[in-house]
DNA sequence: TATGAATGAGGATTCATTCAT
DNA sequence: GATGAATGAATCCTCATTCAT
C-alpha cells in the first residue's frame, strides 16, 4: 500500500529538475506510480473501473502489466490510490486557489464558479467527480472518504461564500444548504458531462464556459437582493 | 425473488384481461421481457454494464441464464432494449403531462421541474440517466440514439418553456439554450446523486425535493423580469 | 430405442399410399421419424455430429424439438438410428440390385462400379460414407457395426467379381483383396467428395460420371489378360 | 504430458542450437505455436473441429487454456492455422522431392504414389486430409485457399507426370484429368481411412503399403500403351 | 401427441494476477 | 527493478434436454 509522494502528477510540463545532482533514473523511479494513477484515472473514467484493462493502464504508461504490480498490489487497490491521490491533490489544489480569494460576495461568488471550473471540472479532477459517480456503489468504503474529503469541505466552502453575501445584506435570505445544492449541481453535472456524452462525436452540445457564465447570471440574478436588482448584467455578448 | 406477474412500469396502455384464466404460462411469457429490462436497470445502474453479471440479472427476475437468452440475444443488446424501453416510455409520458399544461411562465416553469423529478428522476428512469452518464463512451451508437431520442427533445421543450416567459415578458430577455443547460444541470445532478453516492450510507445528505424548490426559487427570481421582482416568495417553511 | 419400419426415406415425390385405408394421420405418425431421420442425415453430414443443433434436425423435419425426443431418447441415440438405419435400408437396397447382375465379367465390372455410384455413391447413402469417416472415432461401437455390415459385405462381392474373372481367365491373375481396396478407393473418395469440397462453391472439379468411365477403363485395361489386350476400349468421346 | 522442445514435424529447417544454454524460456516461447499447432491437428483429425475442446488442445502441448490464446486469437484462426501450417510445410515437402526426379515415365509414376504416401499420407499432413473433408463445409475460406494451395498444384503435379508418359508413348492416349483424379481417389482414400475406420480396433482391414502397390500395379497395366504389355510385373511375394 | 419455454452443464474467451528470468 | 509468458477463475453464451401445458 504504498503511498506515492507529493508530486504534481498530471502537469504536462516539468519544470527543470529543482535539485540537479539526483539521478534521473531516481526521478522516473518515483514519478512512475504517478503516471500510472494518471494512467489510470484517465482510463477509468473513459471506460469505467471493470472495463478498463490492467495492461491498458500499463501501457498507457509505458510500462508493463508486473511493473504495475510493483507499485499496486491489486486493481482495486489501484482504484483506490487514484482516488486518494488525485482527490488530495488535485481537488485540495484546486481549492487552494479558489479559498484566498477575497472581494465582495457577488465578485467572489461569480469568481469562485468561474474558478471551480477551471481547477476542478476541465483538469483531470473533474474525471474523479465522475469516477466517483459512476464506480462509489461497488466501493461502499470510498464513499465515506470522498464524501469528508471532497463533498464536504466543497460545501462548507460554498456554504460560507453564500452565508457572506447573507450576511452582509447582499444576498437575499435563502436556505443556504440547500441553494448551495443548487448551485453544485450543474457544476458537478457539467464535469460529468466533458467525461461522458460531451466526449462522444455526438455530445458537442455544450460549450461549458458558456453555460457557466448563464449559471452565473442566473444565479446572481436570484441571490441578489430585492434592493439591489438588478446589479448584475447578462454579460456583453452572450444575448 | 419473483416478481409480480402484474408487471410494472413501463408498458404504455395494460387492457384488463379479457380472459381471466388464460394460460399463466403465457401471461408470464409476456411479462417475462419486462421484467428481466426491470432486473437489467436496476443492477446496470447500480454496479455499471461491465460489473453486473448476466446471470444475476436473469436471477433477479426469477429465471435462469438460458431464459435471459430466449428474449435478448446478447448482453449488449440487453443494455440497447433497457435504454429504448425504459427511455421512451418512461420519459415519453413525463413529456407527455407536461405538453398539456396550461398557465403563466413562472407556474408552468415550477410545474415542469416538480414533474421532472417526480416522472423521471425519483422513478427508475432516472436509473437510465446514470447508466447513460457512465456508459455513454463505450457504445457511441446508444450516444446517437439518446442525444436522439432524449436530450435534443427534452432541450427543445424546457427552451420552449423558457423561450415562452420571455416572449410574454415575463422572464428577463437570457440566452434560452444556455439557461436551459443550467437548469437541467442540477435536475440531471440528483437523479444520478440519487443512484450514486446518495445511495450510499454516507450519502443522505441531499433532500431532494427541497433542493428543487431551491432551485425553482432561484431560478425564478433569476429569470423573472426586474420590474415584477419579487414576485416568486421563497415557499413558505423551506427556508 | 423404436426403429421405423422399413421406408424409401429420402424420396421427394410420395407415390399414392398403397393401403388407402389406413389414416393420412397414421402414415404421417409412422413416418415422423424416417423424416427426423432423413434430416439428421443430412445435416449430419452437411455440418459434422458436433455442429449439428436437434433444434435445426427438428426444424428442417417441420417438427419441434421437443417431438424429436418422443422418437429419440437423445442425439448420440438419433446419430446412431440414422447409421442403423439408413445403411440397412439404403446400403442393403443398392447392394440388392448390384448382387443381382448377371454377365461376363468386363460388363459386370463396368455395370457394378456404375450401378455403385448410381444406387449408393450419388444417394443419401453416399452421405452415411462420409459421416462414417468423420464420426467413427468418436462413436467406437458403430465401427464394428459398420465393418460388419457395410465394408465386410461390399469387399466380398466385389471381391466375388474379381475373382470371377481372375478364375476364368478374363482377368490377370491378382491379388484380389489388394485389388479390390485399390477399386473401392476412388469410389468411396467420389462420394465423400459429393459432400465435402464438392459442396463448396469452389469444387466443381470433379465430374463424378467421367471420373467412374476413368476409373473403369483404367482398371479394366489394369485388370484383363494381357493376350486380351487391348479388349477396353477407352469410352467414345472420351479422349 | 509434455512434448519434447525438439518439436518435431513442421519446421523447413532447424539449425543447431548457437548457444546451447540459452534461454529455455525464449526456447519455449518459440516452440510454443508449433506444439499446439500438432497438437490441434491431432485433436482435430481425430474428433473433429467441433468435438475438440480447446482445453484439451493446449493439455495436450502441455499448456494451459490460457497460454494458447496468447498465441491464436480463436479456434478458429486456430483451425485456419493448422491447414496453412501443415498444408504449406509437408505438402510443398512432399512436392519438393518428387519434383526433381528424373527417370522413366512409368518409374516417375510409382515412385510418386509411393512418395506421396511416404510423405503425405502416413505422416501428420495425412490427417488434414481426413480433417479438410470433414470440415470444409463448414469453413468455405479454407475450400478456397484448400484448393488453391493443395488440390491444384498436386493436380497439376499428377496431370504433369501422366502427360508425360503419354507424350512420349509410354502410356496409352487418355483423359489425363480424369485419370488423375481415378489415381488420387484411392490415395486420399487410404489417407483418410488412416484416421476413420482405420484408426478403431476393428479397422485393421487395410494393409496401406500393399493396397499402393496393388494400385501402383493395377494403374500401370492399365496405362501403359499395347505394345509394351505387360512390362510392369506384379510385384513378387505380393500377389 | 406435440409444443416451445425453461433449464443449466459445458465450452470459448478474457483478464487479473503470478513468477521465473 | 522490469518484463511478459503463463495461469485459471470468472463470465458470456450455446444448446441438449426436460416438462408443464
Redesign the interface.
Known amino acids: 500500500m504504498k503511498t506515492a509522494p507529493h508530486f504534481q502528477g498530471a502537469a504536462p510540463a516539468q519544470p527543470a529538475n529543482p535539485t540537479p545532482l539526483i539521478h534521473a533514473r531516481l526521478r522516473r523511479k518515483e514519478a512512475r506510480p504517478l503516471e500510472l494513477l494518471d494512467a489510470a484515472l484517465a482510463l477509468f473514467v473513459?471506460?469505467?473501473?471493470?472495463?478498463t484493462r490492467i495492461e491498458d493502464v500499463a501501457a498507457r504508461a509505458g510500462v508493463s502489466k508486473g511493473t504495475l504490480y510493483l507499485y499496486f498490489p491489486s486493481k482495486e487497490e489501484l482504484l483506490k490510490e487514484v482516488i486518494r491521490h488525485k482527490v488530495v491533490n488535485q481537488i485540495a489544489e484546486g481549492m487552494d486557489v479558489i479559498r484566498q480569494f477575497e472581494g465582495s460576495a457577488a465578485e467572489l461568488f461569480a469568481v469562485m464558479i468561474r474558478l471551480w471550473w477551471e481547477r476542478i471540472g476541465e483538469t483531470p479532477a473533474g474525471g474523479i467527480v465522475?469516477l466517483?459517480?459512476?464506480?462509489?456503489?461497488?466501493f461502499?468504503e470510498i464513499?465515506?472518504f470522498?464524501?469528508d474529503e471532497v463533498?464536504a469541505p466543497s460545501?462548507r466552502m460554498m456554504a460560507q461564500m453564500v452565508q457572506r453575501g447573507v450576511a452582509s445584506g447582499e444576498f437575499?435570505?435563502?436556505?443556504v444548504q440547500?441553494?448551495v445544492?443548487?448551485?453544485?449541481?450543474?457544476?458537478?453535472?457539467?464535469a460529468?458531462?466533458k467525461?461522458?456524452?460531451g466526449?462522444?462525436?455526438?455530445?458537442h452540445?455544450?460549450d461549458a464556459k458558456?453555460?457557466i457564465?448563464?449559471?452565473i447570471?442566473?444565479?446572481?440574478?436570484?441571490?441578489l437582493a430585492?434592493s439591489l436588482?438588478?446589479p448584475h448584467k447578462?454579460p456583453k455578448g452572450?444575448?
Chains 1, 2, 3, 4 share one sequence.
Open positions: 473513459e471506460h469505467g473501473f471493470a472495463a465522475k466517483m459517480m459512476c464506480e462509489v456503489r461497488n461502499p464513499a465515506q470522498y464524501v463533498i460545501n437575499r435570505p435563502v436556505d440547500r441553494v445544492s443548487a448551485l453544485v449541481g450543474p457544476l458537478v453535472f457539467l460529468m458531462n467525461h461522458s456524452l466526449a462522444c462525436s455526438v455530445g452540445l455544450l458558456s453555460v457564465e448563464a449559471q447570471d442566473l444565479a446572481l440574478n436570484g441571490l430585492p436588482h438588478p447578462t452572450k444575448q
